[in-house]
């Protein structure tokens, strides 16, 4: 082993304060170079044991550490606030979309004839009337066709001429007899009273009954 | 078992005051010594001991886990602080402060310490700081590689060649210092 590998040897054993071992203690007494860097090693470990044992009780003044638990605390104690905020937010949100469906519904309900739109008919324009007596009254001049099984209506109830296109199951459906052979749709107008139920009809082109 | 500086890190981000307390315990004081032995100025380490604590909870924190430990990251938000002081000018308090308390006073002249500090912060960085971390914080070779994030040999071949330059730098200091191997 050479001066230059005894180098690190010689470095860990002044770091450990550790005596040589033989082998280097030998090497020690003939080498002038490798000695004196065995002392210069040794006195700047025995300084940085000084500086060490120095700076061991010195830290930052406890204001420092006061200082920053309260900059914490004060930061965090913030934080929550825009949960807060966006819960509620997300809360008022929800709260007008479900108050702006049930109006929307309800708009929906009253511009449809559920009777007509649940057998798949398709209303195009609506017209109102003042029912001045039930819907037979309709039929006779009007060509309306009242509708067999159909509630009566109220004096003064407010009722609906749609125009809609029938198809021959929707028609069935109110009772009016069929060509079973038709299979396009109808132009008709409905009279619906103020429940959405049909009371009346009149079919634009009668050709197929 | 003790909780992890990153598990501490986690905690304390989601506003836990008693885990950003046992960071700061545990990891405040190195930080100051390291400050206070690259600077050489207390004022400087309180400072930037503090600082590192106001960013590390800042919202401009930019640890990242898989990048490297905490310690790792402290450590080197502490070094670009004080190499901001420095760029602003030399801070010539601190030792001599440091000097008044020397409780081995009469073993080591003020002037030795004085040298030896200002030897220590003259060095470049990447010696310094592994004087400091191993030999003054008394850290293992891994301990210190992950810190610095080079590898161990690398630690070990920086040690040896900063012990020879500081011996070097303070060759005339070695028969006064004497006294010390006694």
Avoid at chain 1, 39 to 53: G, P
Avoid at chain 2, 23 to 45: C, F, K, N, Q
């Amino acid at each position: 082993m050479n001066c230059k590998e005894r180098t690190a040897e010689i470095v860990e054993y002044a770091r450990r304060r550790a005596e040589p071992d033989m082998e280097l203690r030998a090497h020690l007494a003939t080498c002038s170079g490798c000695g004196e860097r065995w002392e210069a090693e040794r006195q700047l470990t025995s300084r940085f044991r000084i500086m060490r044992i120095r700076a061991e009780a010195r830290r930052a003044p406890e204001a420092r550490r006061e200082s920053l638990m309260r900059d914490f605390a004060h930061r965090h104690r913030r934080a929550p606030m825009p949960a807060w905020v966006w819960a509620l937010s997300a809360a008022a949100a929800l709260l007008f979309a479900a108050l702006l469906g049930h109006a929307a519904r309800n708009r929906l309900h009253e511009r449809a004839v559920p009777a007509i739109r649940t057998h798949g008919a398709g209303a195009q324009q609506t017209i109102f009337y003042e029912a001045s007596t039930d819907a037979s009254a309709l039929s006779g001049d009007d060509d309306f066709i009242a509708l067999p099984y159909a509630p009566p209506l109220a004096a003064g109830e407010l009722i609906r001429v749609v125009h809609a296109d029938l198809d021959r199951d929707v028609l069935a459906s109110m009772g009016i007899d069929v060509d079973p052979s038709w299979e396009s749709e109808l132009p008709a107008e409905v009279v619906v009273g103020e429940d959405g139920l049909p009371r009346a009809l009149r079919i634009a082109d009668n050709t197929q009954f | 078992m003790p909780r992890s500086d990153e598990e501490l890190y986690r905690l304390m981000r989601k506003g836990d005051q008693d885990a950003f307390a046992e960071l700061y315990e545990r990891r405040e004081p190195a930080l100051y010594r390291y400050a206070l032995h690259t600077s050489g100025s207390s004022i400087v380490a309180e400072e930037v001991a503090h600082e590192v604590f106001v960013q590390l909870m800042g919202a401009g924190a930019r640890f990242d886990e898989r990048r490297g430990s905490l310690e790792s990251y402290l450590y080197g938000v502490a070094r670009n602080l004080i190499r901001v002081v420095r760029r602003q000018g030399p801070v010539e308090e601190a030792i001599d402060r440091a000097v008044e308390h020397d409780i081995l006073g009469d073993l080591i002249s003020n002037e030795t310490m004085a040298a030896l500090h200002r030897a220590l912060r003259e060095m470049p960085d990447r010696y310094r700081d592994v004087v400091i971390l191993c030999d003054l914080e008394e850290r293992s070779y891994e301990d210190v590689a992950r810190i610095i994030g080079h590898p161990i040999g690398t630690v070990r071949s920086r040690l040896h060649r900063a012990r020879a330059l500081l011996s070097a730098k303070l060759k005339w200091l070695n028969a006064p210092a004497e006294v010390l191997s006694r």
